[in-house]
């Protein structure tokens, strides 16, 4: 097994990864709350787990990967928002067709951007049961109390025998959670309380019995109940955005300690955000960009569109926690970047081996790992992969010689790093869909020919636009017409 090391939130340290079982590895990353389309922030995050769970797979592990679906309201401590049903009312529909909706579009934007499936993905709703046993064992642990049908954890209490700011590096003091609590409006004790349970207000639509009220769960407990049912007690990863460390890590934390005694995980990972105009991505602040209106080209940002594959390695080429900022620049530098790779790798099979090498692969290969052990660096990853495509140029103009057996190591690395662990997709690996595909495009292209040879511009036109829409991209130039999905 490869030796990895990883940059430990709860440490501050750049840790060796031992599993606490043997070439077992559990996974839990912080799902998305399905009330709004997801904006490429949102998929930065999963794309970072995405690759390290790649990588993790790679090197021989088996991993339980689980990815929770936030579809039980989106509360804030004070309960004064609930996303979904505020979506709901608004949108005159059942808070389950907003999560059904989201849910939906959730898993189309993460298949298009070509992201593994978790093993798990359990929903808020489904482990409300959980949830309540839960909420009862903090009770009798006496770690939280009851004010008017909502139970509160009581934070205080638990600091004197444990560490509340353990994550987050918070002095008690100044880990007031940062919610919009109106003066009067809250049954907490002291503001650093967070909510375990809420009594539902009549205008609130999602609600279940429990002993203490009609009501629903805190958010910060769906996580700790689904995680540990199932990776156990205590679990090798937590990941989850930089913004989520406090409070929402720090309580589920707290919550486990209260229930088992324990703290629930080994390595916590945090990813940094994605920038838009140089503040963070964001839905509430109405600072975004979708998905889809990225590789359409249907927005007022970008100067074209950029396939999915393009953003991909655009956000491989930043570290998961540096932040990263979206521009019309930066995206082509990295098409730019991907069509190089694309190329380089398309040109391995035209290389013709020697009896002898005049490079050393061995030691490339053994980089580009040590890149990846190093903490899942992805930018010095690529770097290599750039030295790799330099290799391809120079054997190909017979300025460097490989033999044999070096060019089968070096077309299975670059391709193992490139589609496997980066997880870019190209329009070079074959399978029937996309011959099928191809086919069908190479068609149209041809009939949009026809059409502006015939001076029916409005066909062309049509046929450019259409295909647009659907993600695919028709560039005209000297040669003809190329296409990009
Ligand atoms: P949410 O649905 O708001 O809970 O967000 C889902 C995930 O996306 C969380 O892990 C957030 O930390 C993450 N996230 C939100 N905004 C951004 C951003 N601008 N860049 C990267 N990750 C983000
Ligand atoms: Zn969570």
């Known amino acids: 097994m490869q030796p990895l090391k990883i940059q430990n939130t709860l440490t501050g340290k750049k840790e060796l990864f031992k599993s606490i079982t043997k070439g077992f590895v559990g996974m839990y990353v912080c799902g998305p709350t399905v009330y709004s389309n997801v904006h490429v922030g949102n998929v930065r995050t999963f794309m970072s787990f995405d690759m390290i769970y790649r990588y993790l797979l790679h090197i021989g592990y088996k991993v339980r990967y689980v990815r929770n679906i936030t579809d039980a309201g989106h509360l804030t401590d004070d309960a004064s928002e609930d996303k979904i049903s505020t979506k709901a009312r608004l949108e005159k529909l059942e808070p389950m067709e907003i999560v059904q909706k989201y849910t939906v579009d959730f898993h189309k934007i993460l298949q298009k951007y070509n992201l593994l499936p978790p093993s798990i993905e359990p929903t808020a709703t489904g482990h409300i049961v959980e949830q309540i046993e839960a909420v009862q064992q903090i009770l009798d642990a006496g770690l939280a109390y009851i004010v008017n049908g909502s139970v509160y954890f009581d934070v205080l209490k638990y600091n004197e025998t444990n560490n509340y700011g353990i994550l987050s590096k ?168 991907y069509n190089r790779l694309m190329e380089a790798i398309k040109n391995l099979n035209k290389l013709e081996s020697t009896s ?20 899942f660096n992805t930018p010095i990853l690529i770097a290599h992969l750039f030295e790799a495509v330099k290799y391809i140029n120079l054997i190909k103009d017979k300025k460097e010689s490989i033999t044999k057996q070096d060019l089968e190591i070096l077309a299975e690395t670059i391709k193992v790093f490139t589609y496997e662990v980066l997880g870019l997709t190209s329009s070079l690996q074959t399978n029937d869909d996309s011959d099928k595909l191809t086919g069908v495009v190479e068609l149209l292209i041809q009939l949009r020919k026809e059409a502006k040879e015939n001076k029916n511009y409005a066909l062309s036109d049509e046929i450019r636009d259409k295909l647009l829409e659907k993600g695919i991209q028709l560039k005209d130039n000297r040669e003809g017409t190329t296409f990009s999905i």
């Open 356 to 375: 002898s090498s005049t490079i050393n692969i061995e030691a490339w290969k053994q980089k580009c790992y040590d890149a990846m052990n190093d903490d």
């Open 170 to 337: 918070r002095k008690i003091e100044d880990s007031i959670e940062n919610t919009r609590v109106l003066e009067g409006q809250s049954d907490k004790k002291n503001p650093q309380d967070f909510a375990l349970w809420k009594r539902a207000e009549p205008e609130h639509i999602q609600r279940w019995n429990s002993p203490w009220s009609q009501g629903f769960p805190g958010w910060h407990l769906e996580c700790t109940v689904m995680s540990t049912k199932y990776l156990g007690e205590q679990f090798d990863i937590h990941g989850g955005g930089m913004d989520l460390k406090f409070p929402h890590h720090e309580c589920e934390i707290a919550q486990s300690e209260a229930c088992n005694h324990k703290a629930p995980v080994k390595y916590w990972m945090h990813t940094n955000m994605l920038n838009l105009n140089g503040k963070k991505m964001s839905k509430s602040t109405g600072n975004h960009i979708l998905p889809q209106e990225i590789y359409t080209g249907n927005n007022d940002i970008l100067s074209k569109a950029f396939s999915p594959s393009v953003t991909r390695f655009f956000m491989m080429q930043a570290h998961y926690s540096s932040i990263l900022d979206l521009s019309n620049e930066a995206l082509l530098a990295s098409e730019k970047g």
